[in-house]
C-alpha cells in the first residue's frame, strides 16, 4: 500500500494502525486514532470535520456530498402543527390480512416520521421517499 496520510490529522499511520473509512462518499484512509475519534459522528460533520483541515482526498467531492446533504435538510419536511423538522424512522410494514372484511389482503410498507418537538407523527410511503433523492438522503441519514 501507499504511505497514506491519514484524511483527519495529516499524520503517517503505520500499516497496522491505518483504517479505512468512507467521509461523503470518498473511500479515506485515517489513523486508528483518528478512527475512534469520528466514530459515530453524522456523515455532515464527518465531511465538515474533514474539510477543516486540508489533508483528504477528494475534497471537492466530499464538499458536492455535503452540499447534498446541507440541500437534503433544507428540504425536509416540516410538522404542520409546529413547523420543526421532521425526523424520519425505518420502514414499518403493517399486514392487514388479519383484519377480516378488509380489502386490503397483503402487506403494506409505510415511512413513520416524528415531530421531535410535540411528537405528532406522519406516515410516507416508501414510493414517496424513492422519487426524490433529497428524501431518501433524509431517510438514510435518520435510520
Ligand atoms: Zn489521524
Ligand atoms: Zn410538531
Known sequence: MAKDICAICGETPGLLKSVTIVIGKTTQVVCSDCAKEVQGM???ALCRHALSRCYAKSRDKIQARLDFITAAEEARPKCMRC??????????????????DSIFSSTFDLIPAHCPSCFKMELFSPEMLQQSELMLCLYTQDT
Open 42 to 44: 453524522g456523515e455532515a
Open 83 to 100: 413547523n420543526t423538522p421532521l425526523k424520519f424512522s425505518a420502514k414499518v410494514t403493517l399486514d392487514a390480512s388479519p383484519m377480516r
